[in-house]
């Protein structure tokens, strides 16, 4: 059941109530949005008991292939619950999922596809690029853009006005990395090796904007290709400027993220090393040797069989029925999200009663939602959803959490 915000405006609630009302009496009309803009075929009212169909935008090939498998196959796990429970709004989900390959282009491509298959929804694409590129072709054609991973701070109130955001956007991010850097490890020098793309410099730079101010200098800024593995000369120059931590941006869960860990475990650097809130998994440790990498330090919102998220009743039937589709494997963080996106969607459609775009996007952004695998969560007016984040490191080739890193309220936008 999705609850209204304390403190919403009447004019947004308004809003709402119209779209509602607008999207209630197309379905009452046979002409129901289908998220394509386009009508049903007849006025049998045939389409709207037909499945809702949820386009997957995501790497199913190249260096994030693994990463973007492991998306869809939670994507579809939620749809199997979903759809056991009877559907939503009473309609079965069919997931038609493409593969963006990393590469804005592909994505474009794999965006105008979806958009020609009439999906309703839209959940992608895996990283920043990718999905700066296909909002301007989703808002387009009138369909719903959920964006699971990616957190360049321009996914959020930049090109799709009604977008949503699972994860934490490089703000958050950068965030809690700077408390956890300057309050819990004193330092001083920090050194930084971002991913030259959408992702890695706008983390740089907004990691930049909150170290400043606490007094933290930035002495070093290596970059590297989202396609590297081989992190030996950067490594090395970061190592003659002295830092106290060193700041990694490395979206590669399947490739570079797991070489440079090891890299970095086996350079003679003293410093910390912190990686970017999201980017260490039990994925990102198995691949980089397990206890090699002991000592990492990161940030994240989701650990499936640790408390509080044990307690979550939601999140217990997802970690079940994902375990048994994987064969006895924990779902990640990105995974988790990935089919977040799919419970809130489905939960705002249920509200709403309808799939149309900027309906269900009222029915998110400034709402807050009860009974999801994070358990109750809200979400800003922009569409960013708030969540707890902890500190995390990793101890015997596991991961270990450590405190929870608050996030002043004005950071999530």
Known sequence: MVVGLNGETPVKGSKKLLA?????????????????GQPAADDSGAQDSGPLRVGVI????????????????????????????????????????RDDQSTPAAGVSAAN????????????????????????????????NITSIPQNTAIIGGADPAAVRMNAGNAVGAHVAARYIADTLDAQRVAMLLQNDAYGNDAGAALRAE??????????EQKFAFTDTDFRIPLSN??????????????AESSGMPAMARQYAESSLEARHFAGTGTVSPTVIDLAGGAVVDGLLSADLYFPDV???????????????????????????????????????????????GTDRQAIADAIQG???QDTILGEVSFT?????????????????????????????????
């Not at 970061?238 to 979206?251: E, K, L, R």
């Open 238 to 251: 970061i190592a003659a400027t002295n830092p106290d931590v060193v700041f990694s941006a490395n979206a």
């Open 113 to 144: 596809d979806l958009v020609a298959q009439g999906v309703d929804v839209v959940m992608g694409g895996w990283n920043s690029p990718v999905t700066l590129a296909i909002q301007p072709v989703l808002v387009r054609a009138g369909i719903m």
């Open 367 to 369: 709402e807050t939602f």
């Open 307 to 353: 408390e509080p998220l044990t307690s979550i009743p939601r999140n217990q039937a997802f970690v079940e029925a994902y375990t048994e589709r994987s064969g006895g494997e924990l779902p990640d963080k990105y995974r988790a999200l990935g089919a977040q996106s799919v419970d809130v969607w489905c939960k705002a459609v249920e509200k709403v009663g």
């Open 58 to 97: 995501v790497p199913l090939s190249g260096p994030a292939g693994p990463n973007g498998a492991h998306v869809l196959e939670a994507i579809e796990v939620m749809a199997g619950m979903i759809n056991e429970d009877g559907g939503c709004a009473g309609r079965q989900i069919e997931v038609v999922a």
């Open 20 to 36: 509602a009302a607008l999207v209630l009496a197309a379905l009452s009309a046979g002409c129901a949005n289908t998220g394509s």
């Open 381 to 413: 007016e922009k569409g960013q959803m708030k969540f707890r984040i902890f500190a995390l490191t990793v101890q015997g080739g596991e991961i270990q959490v450590l405190e929870e890193i608050p996030v002043d309220e004005a950071v999530w936008g």
């Open 211 to 220: 170290l400043e101010p606490r007094g933290v200098e930035v002495v070093a």
